[in-house]
């Protein structure tokens, strides 16, 4: 079986650098998805970490150290659009089995 | 427009009464999937398809069931709701269950079981 922690809430400012942390406990690591949701929307797809190391795309960065089951989401010079909630989602080898953690509720203030 | 769709999008319903969530997706994906998200427990899995005729349980089956004759729509069936399937649930679907391949979500549906 799979356990995802996410912090539940963090506030950051307008401009500012926030950085979200995902730790997993997985039986088979099989690749890492952050995904964006704002209140009520569904959710969007923002990154995918399979090898250790940071991928980036745009403002949004995310990182994956496998050996310690550890990713994070980054996300630079904040909008107030960014306001949302961020999810960490592992896959399981077996089955391809997609697992999220709770969210962490970002809100960004002015 | 590639996309996934879910009706209705709100629903009250009472105790006892059937009911289907319908869901279709236009980009010949593969895999689809239901989702309820409840506060503080994230999304969890109930049901999953990897292609037509093919169905497996998620994590929280109890109370549902799906069919998939088409490639394109996943059904969600209650055949007997109760309050504690008061959710917001998703259906979302990707090419194919592996590697990098996102799961595209559809608009939600929010049921409220009285």
């Known amino acids: 079986g799979q356990n995802i922690d996410q912090p539940t809430e963090m506030t950051a400012t307008e401009g500012a650098i926030v950085q979200i942390n995902c730790t997993y406990q997985t039986s088979g690591f099989n690749g890492l998805f952050w995904y964006q949701q704002h209140a009520g929307e569904a959710p969007t797809f923002l990154s995918y970490n399979v090898l250790d190391g940071l991928e980036e795309k745009g403002r949004f960065s995310s990182f994956l150290s496998r050996s310690k089951g550890y990713s994070y989401l980054l996300l630079k010079e904040l909008q107030m659009k960014d306001s949302a909630s961020y999810l960490c989602?592992?896959?399981?080898?077996?089955?391809?089995?997609?697992?999220f953690g709770a969210g962490t509720i970002l809100r960004v203030k002015s | 427009e590639a996309q996934v769709t879910q009706n209705p999008r709100y629903l009250i319903t009472v105790t006892g009464k059937k009911l289907t969530v319908t869901c279709s997706q236009n980009?010949?994906?593969?895999?689809m999937s239901w989702y309820r998200q409840d506060p503080g427990l994230g999304l969890r899995q109930i049901y999953y398809?990897?292609?037509?005729?093919?169905?497996d349980k998620g994590d929280v089956p109890e109370g549902y069931k799906v069919s998939r004759k088409e490639k394109r729509n996943f059904p969600l069936i209650l055949e007997s709701p109760s309050p504690n399937q008061t959710s917001l649930y998703f259906c979302?679907?990707?090419?194919?269950?592996?590697?990098?391949?996102?799961?595209?979500f559809g608009p939600g549906t929010r049921l409220t079981v009285l």
């Open positions: 398809s990897m292609n037509v005729e093919v169905t």
């Open positions: 980009m010949n994906h593969e895999y």
């Open positions: 989602a592992v896959r399981e080898r077996r089955g391809n089995k997609l697992v």
């Open positions: 979302a679907s990707s090419l194919r269950s592996g590697g990098s391949d996102e799961q595209f």
